[in-house]
């Protein structure tokens, strides 16, 4: 890191699991949705889940994510988002154009979703930059080079986006609707399957075009849920499309679900003459429980027979941002 670099914002936002699941985008590079989708933005209860940021006025450019440099040549680099608002962050700066624009990034403890919480903070850490002038819409199009649903995260909450030819974001609920209300998340050893994998196979399956009209359909009536505040019918969606997305996926060869999660996953469902809950399994080696608040200790209960470990999570809201910038010359 450049020891003269001069910190210029501060964003933390947080990651994301999906309610209606997606798969299938546009390209590697734009990354843009090829049908509704849906998803909540979440933390632990201490909030420790994260993915803060850091940019900085340097001399030299330098990039640096969860302690490895990057170089800007990735495909997914968020450089190529910094440099699209480098000019105007120069301009707030009072810098010339030799003046680089670095970054220092860090995803804590998230299981799953961290991209989503990355990307997000990036685009707050540069709005705030910027005084909050950014056209947000054009913002999330942009980090989804970054990370493609990180429209979620951008907004906290209870979300859906609409596909192409220009994907948004939309609020449906805000993160205090969800205060009954807690995530189990089993987190379990297997190594997750890269998002990639997902997305370029799912489109193979027959069942892929009938796949894009139900999620709008089940976006029309997440839509209605969402209106009426009912929280449990929400969930109940999710576990539906989750069983309907992993039906796709293993169609065309990619298995997320590991045997002892669909363990977990029977147990659950068994478990419900003794508390309310539905499942989510989303891209990754986890399964999230959606229960009462008042009955985390029953739900904790069923880890202990299986090879996982277990955090309990909360809807988050959107990400918190400072700029120093502001701070000195405003």
Same mark, same amino acid.
């Given at each position: $890191?450049?020891?003269?670099?001069?910190?210029?914002?501060? *964003?933390? +936002?947080?990651?994301?699991?999906?309610?209606i699941l997606?798969?299938?985008?546009?390209?590697?590079?734009?990354?843009?949705?090829?049908?509704?989708?849906?998803g909540?933005?979440?933390?632990?209860?201490?909030? *420790? $889940?994260?993915? %803060?940021? &850091?940019?900085? *006025?340097?001399a030299?450019?330098?990039?640096?994510i969860n302690?490895?440099?990057?170089?800007?040549?990735? *495909?997914? @680099? #968020?450089?190529?988002?910094?440099?699209?608002?480098?000019?105007k962050i120069?301009?707030v700066?009072?810098a010339?154009? &030799?003046?680089?624009?670095?970054f220092?990034?860090? @995803?804590?403890?998230? #299981?799953?979703?961290s991209s989503?919480?990355?990307?997000?903070a990036f685009?707050?850490?540069?709005?705030?930059?910027?005084?909050?002038?950014?056209?947000q819409?054009? $913002?999330?199009?942009r980090?989804?080079?970054?990370?493609?649903?990180?429209?979620r995260? $951008? &907004?906290g909450?209870?979300?859906?986006?609409?596909?192409? #030819? %220009?994907p948004?974001?939309?609020?449906l609920?805000?993160?205090? !609707?969800?205060s009954?209300y807690?995530?189990?998340?089993?987190?379990?050893?297997?190594q997750? &399957?890269?998002s990639?994998?997902i997305?370029?196979?799912?489109?193979?399956s027959?069942e892929?075009?009938?796949?894009?009209?139900e999620?709008?359909n /089940?976006g029309?009536?997440l839509?209605d849920? +969402?209106?009426?505040?009912?929280?449990? +019918?929400?969930?109940?969606?999710?576990e539906?499309d989750? /069983?309907?997305?992993? @039906?796709?996926i293993?169609?065309?060869?990619?298995?997320v679900?590991?045997? %002892?999660?669909?363990s977990?996953l029977?147990?659950?469902?068994?478990?419900? %003459?003794?508390?309310?809950n539905?499942f989510?399994?989303t891209?990754g @080696?986890n399964v999230f !429980? !959606?229960?009462?608040?008042?009955?985390?200790?029953?739900?904790?209960?069923?880890g202990?027979d299986?090879?996982?470990?277990e955090?309990?999570l909360?809807? !988050?809201?959107p990400?918190?941002?400072?700029?120093?910038?502001?701070?000195?010359?405003?």
């Open positions: $890191m450049d020891r003269e670099a001069e910190q210029i914002s501060y *964003s933390r +936002a947080f990651p994301t699991m999906g309610i997606l798969g299938g985008l546009s390209d590697d590079i734009k990354r843009y949705p090829l049908h509704t989708s849906a909540i933005t979440y933390t632990d209860v201490e909030e *420790s $889940m994260f993915a %803060e940021v &850091k940019l900085f *006025s340097s030299k450019r330098f990039g640096i302690g490895t440099p990057v170089t800007g040549t990735e *495909s997914r @680099s #968020p450089f190529h988002v910094i440099d699209l608002y480098g000019e120069r301009e700066l009072g010339d154009e &030799k003046s680089a624009i670095s220092d990034s860090w @995803s804590r403890n998230i #299981p799953s979703g989503d919480a990355a990307a997000a685009g707050s850490s540069i709005d705030a930059i910027l005084g909050g002038t950014v056209d819409g054009k $913002m999330e199009n980090l989804r080079t970054i990370s493609e649903s990180v429209g995260s $951008m &907004k909450g209870l979300t859906i986006t609409t596909p192409l #030819p %220009e948004s974001t939309e609020l609920l805000p993160h205090t !609707a969800f009954g807690e995530i189990i998340a089993f987190r379990f050893p297997d997750r &399957k890269p990639d994998e997305h370029r196979n799912i489109v193979n027959p892929y075009p009938e796949r894009v009209r999620t709008e /089940k029309k009536i839509r849920l +969402a209106s009426s505040g009912d929280v449990e +019918a929400i969930f109940d969606l999710s539906k989750t /069983k309907r997305y992993h @039906s796709i293993e169609s065309v060869g990619v298995n679900i590991t045997s %002892e999660m669909a977990m029977k147990r659950l469902q068994e478990s419900r %003459e003794r508390f309310w539905r989510i399994v891209g @080696s !429980a !959606a229960i009462r608040k008042e009955d985390r200790n029953i739900a904790l209960e069923i202990r299986f090879q996982c470990t955090s309990v909360k809807v !988050a809201g990400p918190v941002a400072q700029s120093m910038v502001t701070k000195k010359r405003y």
